[in-house]
């Protein structure tokens, strides 16, 4: 007998139970299997609500900011949401591998300008702080920009020197570098610039990727097929490294592939398609890494999410 119950944030158990007769007593072997598929959710009114987000469109796994990801100053988070924060986690049972916090939109570690370099640096060491009291490990990344002033290799150098300093400085985080749409003078559209930063990153156990699937498609890697998401994933691993992937951004595209244009669509409607995610969604390496939501019409998260755990399929 076989029957599809509901994980508690929504992942799908398949319970098949065996039942073993020996004597007088019943065994019963049980698999579960559950997701980390969820979306970047609200911290209004508090980090501690996030949960409360999450837990509502039956996330998986979530993405949150840890201050406000446009301005420069930021509060203190308060004891009181910390403790709340750490105690929703765990009464909805939430852990640190199924959060990838993202960093403010303002940081540029590539800055040219080396006053301008030093306050994104404090800022990206605040946030680091952030994730580390919040009981998590994860912190989503733009590599950064150039801002079309020095190479792209010195860019990097930038970059790694900055991950490097910030591990010695901040126990535990491990930095996520999100794969970016290939604009001009952004870092991190090609694999293998992503592979040179983590290149220069001395202690690798402590450096990881997010694919936005907007964005690498955007940047021309053609995931919108079975074929073309196992291509890029051949590319991945072969100039990157598979170990590296850390999470995923699912978002649809509204640019054309290789447009660099980093607009989101909501799945299925843009140019990546159902076909695209089915695939993502049915590739075994990504089971237990956060897949955000970063779409456009977050009131329909939760059917977004549903649609996405309904491409997997039965093995
Ligand atoms: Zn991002
Ligand atoms: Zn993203």
Request: aromatic share 8%; hydrophobic share 40%.
């Amino acid at each position: 007998m076989c029957k599809l119950i509901t994980h508690p944030h929504g992942g799908i158990c398949c319970f098949e139970n065996f039942l073993l007769e020996s004597g007088p007593a019943f065994y019963y072997i049980i698999f579960m299997i559950s997701d980390y598929i969820g979306a970047h959710v609200t911290t209004a009114g508090g980090v501690e609500n996030s949960l409360l987000h999450a837990d509502k469109i039956r996330a998986g796994g979530f993405a949150i900011f840890t201050r406000n990801q446009r301005r420069w100053e930021a509060c203190d988070l308060c004891e009181n949401s910390i403790r709340l924060f750490r105690e929703r986690m765990e009464e909805y049972g939430y852990t640190a591998d199924m959060v990838l916090p993202h960093n403010s939109y303002l940081i540029n570690l590539a800055q040219p300008d080396p006053d301008k370099r030093a306050r994104s640096f404090e800022v990206f060491i605040d946030e680091l702080q952030r994730v580390r009291t919040l009981g998590l490990k994860f912190l989503n990344f733009h590599p950064g920009s150039t801002v079309g002033l020095i190479s792209k290799r010195r860019g990097i150098e930038y970059i790694s020197e900055a991950v490097n300093r910030a591990h010695s400085m901040v126990e535990g985080a491990v930095h996520v570098l999100e794969t970016t749409s290939g604009q001009t003078n952004k870092i991190g559209g090609a694999f293998e610039e992503i592979a040179e930063i983590i290149d220069g990153v001395e202690d690798k156990s402590r450096i990881g990727v997010c694919i936005d699937t907007c964005h690498i498609f955007a940047a021309g890697y053609d995931i919108s097929t079975a074929d073309g998401w196992a291509k890029t994933m051949e590319q991945f691993d072969r100039i990157i490294g598979i170990e590296y992937l850390k999470g995923m951004h699912l978002n649809d595209s509204v640019g054309e592939l290789g447009s660099k244009i980093d607009r989101h669509e909501n799945i299925g409607m843009g140019r990546i398609g159902l076909e695209g995610f089915r695939a993502i969604l049915n590739d075994d390496r990504l089971r237990q890494i956060p897949m955000i939501l970063e779409t456009p019409d977050r009131r329909n998260w939760d059917r977004e999410i549903e649609l996405l755990r309904s491409l997997i399929q039965p093995k």
